[in-house]
């Protein structure tokens, strides 16, 4: 059986550079997104594979289990969860519905579509989640004047860090391979659909994240920063990470108590 690949958001940017990437492979593949024309587009442009085309909103919950539904039920041998939309904005002025969309796409989609596809996965004893998340899922400390609004967008890049490194833990030895990609800017059309020109901030190709993404999966890289050249950097916050969660003690630390 050959491979076959599902990635949502694969009508523009690096889920498109994925879904080409991956057909110029040899992989079947179902490609997600809400564009029809797109959609249709892309099939047209590949017929050397299968492609089969799922329009689907991954903000519904009937988008997310019409999805999540493929992913249970056929043969997927790689999974790119890269929908997303960032709605840079106080969190106080960012309307419910679109903090809700976010939450959606980026956080509850990539979660029930790999709940829905390990089961087979570990059957098959093989396959590969790949979570698109971003580097501002590290930007936490950086000072309120550097960076766009983004309390939303950072937080789901966080989780998205945080599941797939327990989740690949959770995996070993199951054949499965979890990595979450985290790129810097991109010359896609995230910016520009929220009114944000980014044309001149120099950029990172799409084609250059999936780059990195295949490369680092043979590397072992489970976090892979396609721009961060110096990975050793990555593995000081992990370390860091799990110095201070080694750290812990049921007991009160001494500067939180009564003096
Ligand atoms: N560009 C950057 O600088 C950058 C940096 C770091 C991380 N990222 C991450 O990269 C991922 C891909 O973004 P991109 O840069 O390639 O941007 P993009 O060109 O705007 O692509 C976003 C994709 O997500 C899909 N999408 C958005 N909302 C959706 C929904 N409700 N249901 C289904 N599909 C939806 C879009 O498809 P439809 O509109 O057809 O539904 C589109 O295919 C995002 O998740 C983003 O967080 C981007």
Redesign the pocket.
Known sequence: MGNLALV????????RAFAERLAAGGYDLVV????RD?LAEFVAAHPEVKVKTVA????TTA?IEAVAEICATEPLTMLVN?????HYMPLAQLPADKAA?LVN??VLAPTMLSRAVVAGMRERGQGTIIN???MIAFSGPAPHSQMPRRAVYAGSLAYLVAISQTLSAELEGTGINVQVVC????A????E?QGLDMSRVPRMT?DEVVTASLRGLELGEIVCAPGVEDAGLLDAVFQANLAAFGAQSPELATRYRAV
């Open positions: 949502t958001g694969a009508t523009s940017g690096i889920g997600v997104g809400r564009r797109r689907a909103d991954l903000s988008g890269n929908a997303g939309v960032a969309e796409v980026k698109v998340a971003g790129p810097g800017v991109v896609t059309e995230f910016h659909r799409a």
